[in-house]
């Protein structure tokens, strides 16, 4: 069957953040407040009880009252019992179209039954876990291989934060240089070297609270599609040991919420080429969501490793791994080669590679090859993009919708579009300021999206799954455009 990627049109990065920086130069647009106050009394009050009652109780057991930070707070997280295909159902017996899908990993749609069949099965004839060997790590390991070549060996781990720690780890074995360069407001992952720049560029390590700031001494940034800042830092670093790794986000980071140019990517591995330090390609959303060879297929790259979450295990607990040249993978632990000398990067996990991960992942990525399901969740993600754009049109607002397939971005308060300029240190209280007030007004659009049944992921990210239908997207429009009815420039 012939593949095609969730992408139909590459949106004009220009032109979206032109869109992007007059959003961010324009007072807050939001729900007007008596409005939400209606949301607040007559949806969540008295239409989620059960939910509010858990929460009150988890307060005291739970920090926050909540595990994930991608739930949503205001007024209170819902409690959610069921999930099938595209609807989600909280514990109160309400229905929601689900556009966070568990933040990603689930193409096909929730709880698909051609996978879960497969893992019953599987528990029944050897439970989730062994702490050995099992035929499906092979399986998944080959399926990603021959999809994309530039993996030619892959290793499965618990998380995507874990695998772009196992990934710079590797890369600086295999290079034996230290600097990691990534992107400017890219998330990838938690860990203490990485948390470093996270959403706003320029932010270094101001939002890595309990992370000593000497943890970030071999990390940088660049800023998104700036070439000369990234080959500034690759030269400099020359002279001082240099760089064992540019670790970037395809589409842009945030999974593309500041999108780039088309032919950066390629841009950016001729730098590697030329520095001699490795391309770190971060596909935790983007393989296998932008198309079953990945980002890197579509933007024709082929990068030294490749870091995976989220559709990795489909949507089931443990969903990471590492995928690269030969060369450079033969530096993770575990497993001896006759004759070996070179030195392993220590890498574990009870859990990680776990056969109910590993078939998980394997039965979704050759179900989404199976039924084209990239290429579907992108076409949904182009009619609910373009429909958002005639509702802004419509309610003359300021926000800005654009999608890279499935992926949708709809920006109501551009919190992710500011930037820190070091040079210009006196303006960053004043952007802090702005940003923490926009968040919280993207906050406020989220509950009132939720209270007309879609769950976004924090109110300006919709990933849309094969498993919408257009009547579907088209009568979600229709609860979009009640909200968007309802917004005024805040006073
Ligand atoms: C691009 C990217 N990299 C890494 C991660 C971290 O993955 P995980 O949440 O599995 O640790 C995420 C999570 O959303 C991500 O979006």
New binding site residues.
Partial sequence: MVQQYAISEYPDPKKIIKQLDDLISKPIYSIKPEALKDYEINYFEKKCPQSKAMIEDARNLIPGGVQHNLAFNHPFPLVFTRAQDAYLYDIDGNWYYDFLQA??PTVLGSNPPEVREKVINLLHSCGPSTGLFHEYEYKLAEKISELMPSVEMFRMLN??????MAAIRVARLATNKKYVIKMGG?????SDQLAYSIRIPGTKWTQAHGVPRHMFKYTQEFFPNDLNDLERKLKLNQARGGTAAVLI?PVGP??GTRPLYYDFNREVEKLCRKYGALLIF?E??TAFRIGMPGAQGYFGVSPDLT?F??VVAGGYPS??GIGGKKEYMKHLAAGIESGEKHKKALIGGTMAANPLSSAAGYYTICEMEITNAPYKAGQIGDRLTRGLQKLIQKHNLPFVAFNQGSIVHLETVGTMHFSIDWKKIWQIPQILKETGARKQEMEHMGAAYMAEGLVTLAGSRLYTSAAYSEEMIDDALQRFDRVFANVAKKA
């Fill in positions: 933040g990603g998380s995507g934060t874990e695998s772009c890219a998330y990838h992952g938690w986000e945030e999974s971060d935790v959303v870091v979450g989220k969903a990471g």
